[in-house]
């Protein structure tokens, strides 16, 4: 079965500093891909990036960076620069290539963007 | 397109009662989804359609839920006989087939079983 596991239920971080959040995953499959979700208070779930599990390099979009290690199983979140508006909860989640593309996620780790 | 749209946005009901979600997904988009979020959880996955097909289903769906996408349009999702353990936020999310990428998800139903 597929686990995603996010050990920091909460996390805070000042305004223009950076944060990690944490996040292992269990498969036993070769073939995968990696999300990470952000929902705002009372907002919708949107995607922040996303990482396929057969490319070495780590992605990054704008502010928001992974940390992909694969044989460790774990896939990290960092955002730079970090904004008031990155006040959420944010999902790691997880497809397996063969699953039929739904998501597993993870407990979810509350930020707090403090000014 | 304005997205993923749900209604209601919040259903009160009371125990033993039964409730209809419905969910329009972005209309080029053939595969759509189900989840539930508990308070404080991440969703779990229930259903997902591709076209008006129901091709997967999640222990989670107890015979009292039952979800349709009769045309491969919306989708409604039923629960009979309320029980207070299905207060819950349902999700619903959509996307094309051909890709592992995005899901896009719509803002939810907030479901509270009184």
Redesign the interface.
Known sequence: AQT?TQSQPEMSVQEAETVTLSCTYDTSENNY?LFW?KQPPS?????VI?Q?AYKQQNATENRFSVNFQKAAKSFSLKISDSQLGDTAMY?C?F?E?NA?????????TRLMVKP | DTG?SQNPRHKITKRGQNVTFRCDPISEHN?L?W?RQTL??????LT?FQNEAQ??KSRLLSDRFSAERPKGSFSTLEIQRTEQGDSAMY?C?S?LRGG????F????TRLTVL
């Open positions: 995603v891909y979700y907002r919708q779930m949107i995607l996303r396929e999902f989640a497809i290539n039929g593309n739904m998501l597993t996620f993870g407990g979810g | 993923v595969r989804y989840y404080g959880q991440g969703p779990e996955f997902y091709l997967e999700l999310a996307d592992i990428g995005e899901q998800f719509g803002p939810g």
